[in-house]
T-cell receptor, first 111, second 113 residues
Framework: QKEVEQNSGPLSVPEGAIASLNCTYSDRGSQSFFWYRQYSGKSPELIMSIYSNGDKEDGRFTAQLNKASQYVSLLIRDSQPSDSATYLCAVLYSSASKIIFGSGTRLSIRP | ETGVTQSPTHLIKTRGQQVTLRCSSQSGHNTVSWYQQALGQGPQFIFQYYREEENGRGNFPPRFSGLQFPNYSSELNVNALELDDSALYLC????????????FGDGTRLSIL
């Protein structure tokens, strides 16, 4: 089992719809979770951090965390073409004290 | 406040050569972490430097080494370059040996011919 697992996509969503990105992780002791956005040829940009079970909202973005299910998701409301990018899920592994990244999900917003 | 800066932006080397990549940490940050991102993959943790010493290492061979200087800037050195070393190398800075969150520089794209 991969330490942090994401569907590679591509995920195609119409403009204005909700994009839902999912991530599972294997370390039950993990406490810190991050979502990054990466445009082609650029470095990853941190867009959300979440540390507690439940939802955390920031503008059009909502991160959801369920530690019992070892599952974290990112919802993007009112998707825009500029949201087209690869989204990376990252988990701070308590056992190794390092951040583990998933391979990313490629999101495409179609006009 | 300046962010993380990396140099050079791009680099082309041949197999067997050695390379040095540089990173200046964000103002006020005393910890630097290095990552390797191969095409189509997420970043992989190489190592972290804090107080001028290695403070955690990922699954990378000893030919990947680093330094941190008193001004908190850092170097990543890779010896005996292999084709698989072709990747985007990312640097992130933080405070007091922590890993969260990681704000990356623009990266150095290394191509091995």
């Amino acid at each position: 089992q991969k330490e942090v697992e994401q569907n590679s996509g591509p995920l195609s969503v119409p403009e204005g719809a909700i994009a839902s990105l999912n991530c599972t992780y294997s370390d039950r002791g993990s406490q810190s979770f991050f979502w990054y956005r990466q445009y082609s040829g650029k470095s990853p940009e941190l867009i959300m951090s979440i540390y507690s079970n439940g939802d955390k909202e920031d503008g059009r973005f909502t991160a959801q965390l369920n530690k019992a299910s070892q599952y974290v998701s990112l919802l993007i409301r009112d998707s825009q073409p500029s949201d087209s990018a690869t989204y990376l899920c990252a988990v701070l592994y308590s056992s190794a004290s390092k951040i583990i990244f998933g391979s990313g999900t490629r999101l495409s917003i179609r006009p | 406040e300046t962010g993380v800066t990396q140099s050079p932006t791009h680099l082309i080397k041949t197999r067997g050569q050695q390379v040095t990549l540089r990173c200046s940490s964000q103002s006020g940050h005393n910890t630097v972490s290095w990552y390797q991102q191969a095409l189509g993959q997420g970043p992989q943790f190489i190592f972290q430097y804090y107080r001028e010493e290695e403070n955690g290492r990922g699954n990378f061979p000893p030919r990947f080494s680093g330094l941190q200087f008193p001004n908190y800037s850092s170097e990543l050195n890779v010896n005996a370059l292999e084709l698989d070393d072709s990747a985007l190398y990312l640097c992130a800075s933080s405070v007091d040996g922590s890993n969260q969150p990681q704000h990356f520089g623009d990266g150095t794209r290394l191509s091995i011919l």
